[in-house]
């Protein structure tokens, strides 16, 4: 007998909450009995969890019976894996249904729509298996991406030519940014200290903090100015270099890395920056045959192609129920890291910031340019900089493409994990900004800091005039249902 009956796992709840838009909804109805018949927008939604796509026609219409018999307004189709996380013993794995996006699974898919329509329910969809937005599909070309270096020093005068070395490659991606030189300084301190934070403010790793809840801290809806804000007493003379002393020497690198340049004299450091696939870059949690890469959410490019070979299919089956029994379009959150690369990033911060970001590059690896605190305000605009792309590349083009179709989005676009974005600004894109909550467990998220996560969304929709928030909620991991 098959101890895994085919059956959907509901694990998690989606609270839409939203005063303003259930009085407006009821109209004259009294705020008392509104409250006990709330219209279908003010109703709970289900985290409607397709455990490694193991689900039927059957499994499909008894779930969607039930959620309408007990109040439900709906649910958020949310193809998923997650069957062997576990804090305690381990699970096995439960038998694979059709791959996400398959010809079989897209069936299923219509079949939930068409009992979602004659139920009365409302469908959001989950545009993946999993999160992290990406897929089987997804190139290195349009994976996520950070930024790679290693340093050479040379003597001039004279000529020079010598191979330069190459900052770390994941899975065999690299590409060259800029091969840059400025001349050491004779008088820089020895025991100078780096910049303050400095890996954080240049988005190559998360903040740490002590004590046995610092990782959840360090990944999770963090005020970031403290961090950013900080740094060490400027002292006379630790600079690396002047920005207009740094010399872009790129047009003299040969192919596989050999600098040919007549240098001037004294000592000569060599940055060669490139370009690297991200540390935590593929997607998570998914079904069986969804694997892959996660997108580089900084390239409107990126996004498209993926839209185009995965979204656009699946919404030409819902096509009948655009609107009404499928309502909203969703992305979960942000679970990659650090990232800080796409290939337009040099010629955007021109655009966006005015000012050529290449002589001030240095600072990305670590370096001091001009003094601490101009090096500081070079980070900043990095960061406003891939904040602005994330929002203008991928959730404004999410919207608009959702929109064209007849749907609203409720992405989790605030993260909350350590990413470069401005979650408020991501978050106003959304027709409901989302987060979530997690319940208290012993071992995961057992303080409020690492549980609650609505603060930012509940902020954006009051400042951008956003009536409903929606929070994910009850969420555990493990303990929940082996307890």
């Known amino acids: 007998m098959n101890p895994y009956p085919r059956r959907f796992l509901l694990a998690v709840v ?166 840059l030189a400025w001349r050491i300084n004779p008088a820089q301190p020895a025991d100078r200290p780096p910049l303050q934070n400095y890996a954080s403010k240049a988005l190559i790793a998360r903040p740490t903090f002590p004590g046995p809840m610092g990782w959840i801290r360090s990944i999770s809806g963090l005020d970031m100015l403290p961090i950013f804000a900080a740094e060490e007493p400027a002292v006379s003379g630790e600079q690396d270099a002047i920005a207009a002393e740094v010399i872009d020497l790129t047009a003299r690198v040969a192919p596989d890395g050999t600098l040919a340049w007549d240098a001037p004299a004294g000592r000569w450091r060599v940055l060669r920056l490139g370009a690297t696939l991200s540390e935590l870059r593929h997607v998570s949690t998914y079904s069986e045959g969804w694997g892959g890469y996660a997108l580089d959410v900084l390239d409107k490019g990126a996004f498209r192609r993926y839209w185009d070979a995965v979204v656009e299919p699946l919404l030409a089956d819902a096509a009948p129920f655009a609107g009404k029994a499928l309502r909203y379009l969703h992305t979960d959150s942000w679970e990659v890291g650090a990232f800080n690369w796409t290939p337009t990033a040099l010629e955007e911060f021109r655009s966006r910031r005015g000012y050529d970001p290449v002589p001030w590059l240095p600072v990305i690896a670590g370096r001091i340019v001009g003094s601490r605190a101009e090096s500081n305000r070079f980070l900043h605009d990095f960061r406003r900089t891939l904040g602005d792309l994330a929002a203008d590349n991928h959730y404004r083009p999410f919207s608009a493409l959702a929109a064209k179709h007849g749907y609203g989005i409720h992405p989790e676009s605030g993260g909350p994990h350590f990413t470069p974005i401005d979650a408020l600004q991501c978050l106003a894109i959304g027709d409901i900004p989302k987060g979530e909550f997690w319940s208290e467990a012993k071992t995961h998220r057992n303080t409020d800091e690492a549980r609650f996560f609505v603060k930012q969304p509940a902020s954006a929709a009051h400042t951008s005039g956003r009536p409903l928030v929606a929070a994910e909620g009850f969420t555990n991991v493990g303990l929940h249902w082996q307890e």
Do not use: C
Request: proline residues 6%; without cysteine; neutral net charge.
């Open 14 to 179: 989606l609270v839409f909450l939203g005063l303003s838009g259930l009085v407006r909804a009821a109209g004259p109805v009294s705020l008392e009995s509104g409250f006990a018949t709330p219209p279908p927008e003010a109703r709970l939604r289900a985290f409607w969890w397709w455990l490694n796509s193991n689900v039927t026609p059957a499994s499909i219409t008894r779930d969607l019976v039930e959620m309408k018999a007990k109040g439900f307004g709906g649910a958020l189709l949310f193809d998923a894996g997650g069957a062997r996380q576990a804090y305690m013993g381990s699970n096995d794995q439960v038998p694979a249904g059709p791959a996400f996006g398959s010809p079989a699974w897209r069936e299923l898919f219509k079949h939930a729509l068409r009992e979602a329509d004659r139920l009365g329910l409302e469908l959001s969809l989950n545009l993946q298996s999993g999160w992290n937005l990406g897929g089987p599909m997804v190139t290195t070309d349009d994976a996520s991406k950070k930024l790679t270096w290693a340093e050479t020093e040379v003597q001039g005068p004279g000529a020079v030519n010598v191979a330069l070395a190459r900052g770390a490659v994941n899975d065999d991606f690299y590409r060259d940014v800029r091969v």
